[in-house]
């Protein structure tokens, strides 16, 4: 279909959306394209580059562009830094579009209005979108639009990004613009030709005209916040958030990890049964289904914590948190804007240590990138929740708190101390500079189911993509060095023993026997550098090969009978830091332009790792008299 | 008792104060103008202003038109002030 469009239209026009932060511009362009869009980075920066197609009423074709946010077209970003130049026709690569939608928070018009008068400088084509129309009219806000229209000199309309259909008059005024030939923008300069003392008045003027409060509803964000912010009542919410959420991974998963292990476990007998006694038996069950469903296993509990992350962003609480948490980040020498590139590492250190690149010191931006995989990852979960369910019993603490529960958070916590501890070494050296912060407040809003969904579901697609490539291959690379060659006449360990996995996992032992770890979780952590969730995995293969050979037997049990408990809570402190995640390091080799910051994270994390399992292990055997 | 407007900076405001700006100092750090960006946030001149919440020792809130927007000690200082 799109194919025979392409003769009727000469050519497709590009619109551009643009605006302030918070003011709802993903979500319409998420309502125009649908699932039309592509995703990737603009040349040379990794700044998300969201592109997509839609067909008006009319059945044009239209190319839009989702640009990052902005405040002003007077950079002070990387970001913003982006808008600008695409938005000035600047940037090599990317087409000037040839319409700028730009969109506006309807409920907050004296900040947005202001950016519109600044975009209006460089002569574009352009169309304003007053989105959240219906927020702004249940608060009593009357906007008239014909006048606003009228003193903006360019077309206005309504939408409700987040309702089916809201974006009808939009598409309607696209309709009726003729994209004829490209207009080119005025300088950039031209955006300075008035100061901001004077647009500011510019924008009160206007909004004089053509806006009227008729009712004053309260401000329910402004009593959320009295509470949310409280010196007191915040930080305890903020902690008791944390809590509940490590505890609903543990005890909301239960019932679906039962049935994907009970599902893998069949599988494993299933296949067992078809294939007989083998080689392929062998690779199929033990390497395959054993490897790849001990991790698959953890789907739930993944899902659980990204369920609470992307729910405390929608609703609008995370930069409460940044609020709140700001001072312990000052007090290190952290800007106020590493918490979100920290935040970002709790999911994956690798969209961490590239939103760094939003910190304008260049010694902020490293000791920031430094710290950032201390920050629990999503790919410790599996290893910290297979640990946690053989080592720590299912008890009741301080009366109502989940034993794993508060373990698990003691983690995370460790993680986090410690990157503020390293934080505070790297910056004891250097000047100390106060950082801006000027971070935005938005006003609370009810979540969105259709968003929430989309969004965890993107992450389980995240997770299987990495189960069925990265996890998959390296179960089978695993098999093969575990394999091979088999056990000698007369052996009387399993075949493993002897392999070639067995034979590095046995020299390893030397130096991690200290830390009371044995050849089995040696071998677990070489293929494990990979990526973190791979040695469990890698576990479930070593044990399917090593041990009883019952198919379908359970990790956990497993290592539970036959590791010390020193050992198993050795291995949760080695987790903490130990930078078992190749592409991080790559990460940083390229974000800071040279593999020197890679070694020198590889260095202090393997160092702190080591240490770290050292004192656990002793410590715990001294207490448990072993 | 004087009834001459007390003269002061933001940071100097409690939870709850309102206040209108009266000017802002010049600071420019590591490539962000933050007196330029404090303006077109809408701290000009003549703006009323009110403090939400702050941490102690830590960062305020404040309200300025329809937003609330986070400020560093050291941001909120450079925000001259006329208490109400």
């Known amino acids: 279909m799109a194919v025979m469009e392409q003769h009727t239209a000469a050519r497709t026009p590009l619109v551009a959306l643009l605006g302030n932060p918070n003011c709802g511009k993903t979500a319409l362009f998420n309502r125009l394209t649908g699932s039309r869009q592509k995703v990737a980075n603009y040349a040379g920066v990794t700044i998300e580059r969201k592109e997509g197609s839609f067909k008006s009423p009319a059945g044009r074709n239209f190319r839009v562009l989702d640009l990052p946010g902005a405040y002003s077209l007077n950079a002070q970003t990387p970001d913003e830094g982006i808008t600008r130049d695409v938005v000035a026709g600047l940037r090599a690569g990317e087409t000037a579009p040839d319409a700028i939608l730009c969109v506006v928070n309807a409920t907050n018009l004296r900040l947005n209005l202001r950016l519109v008068l600044e975009l209006k400088r460089l002569g574009l084509p352009m169309v304003l979108t007053l989105n959240m129309v219906d927020v702004a009219k249940k608060r009593g806000i009357e906007i008239d639009t014909a006048k606003l229209s009228q003193e903006l000199g360019m077309p206005v309309v309504e939408t409700v990004a987040i309702q089916s259909g809201g974006e009808k008059a939009l598409l309607a005024e696209l309709d009726r613009m003729a994209f004829t030939a490209p207009v080119k923008a005025n300088p950039l300069s031209a955006i300075d030709a008035v100061p901001v003392e004077e647009t500011q008045r510019e924008v009160r003027r206007i909004l004089a005209a053509a806006v009227s409060t008729t009712k004053d509803t309260g401000n329910l964000t402004e009593k959320v916040d009295n509470v949310v912010l409280h010196p007191v009542a915040g930080p305890i919410i903020l902690a008791a958030l944390m809590f509940l959420i490590f505890q609903a991974v543990f005890s909301w998963a239960g019932t679906p990890m039962d049935l994907i292990e009970a599902g893998v476990g069949a599988l494993g007998e299933f296949v067992g049964d078809l294939l007989g006694d083998g080689l392929l038996h062998s690779l199929i069950v033990d390497g395959i289904i054993a490897g790849v469903g001990s991790v698959l296993v953890f789907l739930p509990q993944i899902l659980i914590l990204f369920f609470f992350i992307l729910l405390l962003e929608d609703v609008g609480y995370l930069p409460r948190a940044a609020f709140l948490l700001d001072r312990i980040m000052g007090s290190v020498g952290l800007s106020g804007r590493a918490f979100l590139p920290l935040l970002s590492s709790f999911a994956c250190a690798i969209p961490g240590v590239m939103a760094a690149r939003t910190i304008q010191n260049p010694r902020d931006r490293l000791v920031t990138i430094m710290i950032a995989p201390l920050m629990t990852c999503s790919a410790r979960l599996p290893v910290y929740a297979l640990l946690i369910a053989a080592f720590i019993p299912d008890q009741t603490v301080a009366g109502f708190l989940n034993l794993k529960g508060v373990v698990l958070f003691i983690l995370y916590m460790a993680g986090i101390l410690s990157a503020m501890a390293v934080a505070w070494l790297m910056k004891r050296r250097s000047e100390f500079k106060q950082q801006a912060l000027m971070l935005e407040l938005p006003a609370y809003h009810w979540p969105q189911p259709g968003a929430l969904f989309s969004g965890l579901w993107e992450r389980a697609k995240i997770f299987l993509m990495r189960v069925g490539t990265l996890i998959l291959t390296m179960m089978i690379l695993l098999w093969l060095l575990s394999s091979f060659p088999g056990a000698p006449e007369g052996a009387t360990q399993p075949p493993i023993y002897y392999s070639v996995a067995g034979i590095i996992g046995r020299g390893l032992e030397v130096i991690l026997a200290p830390i009371g770890f044995n050849w089995q979780i040696a071998i677990a952590l070489v293929p494990g550098m990979a990526a973190r969730e791979v040695a469990v995995g890698a576990l479930g293969t070593v044990y399917a090969l090593s041990g009883g050979d019952e198919v379908g037997d359970l990790l956990a049990p497993m290592i539970a009978e036959s590791w010390s408990l020193a050992t198993g809570l050795a291995l949760l402190a080695w987790y903490v830091y130990a930078p078992h995640c190749l592409p991080t390091l790559a990460t940083v080799a390229r974000e800071t332009g040279s593999r020197k910051y890679a070694w020198i994270m590889a260095g202090y994390m393997f160092g702190l790792a080591y240490v770290a399992a050292f004192i656990v292990y002793r410590v715990t055997l001294a207490v448990t008299g072993a | ?84």
């Open chain 2, 1 to 84: 008792m004087t009834l001459a407007p007390a003269l002061s900076t933001l940071d100097s405001l409690k939870a709850g104060q309102s206040a209108t700006v009266v000017e802002l100092a010049p600071h420019a750090q590591g490539g962000i103008d933050i007196q330029r960006r404090l303006m077109e946030l809408g701290f000009v001149p003549g703006e009323r202003i009110r403090v939400l919440k702050r941490v102690l020792k830590g960062p305020l809130a404040v309200k300025v038109g329809e937003s609330t927007f986070a400020l560093r000690r050291f941001e909120a200082a450079l925000v001259s002030i006329k208490v109400d």
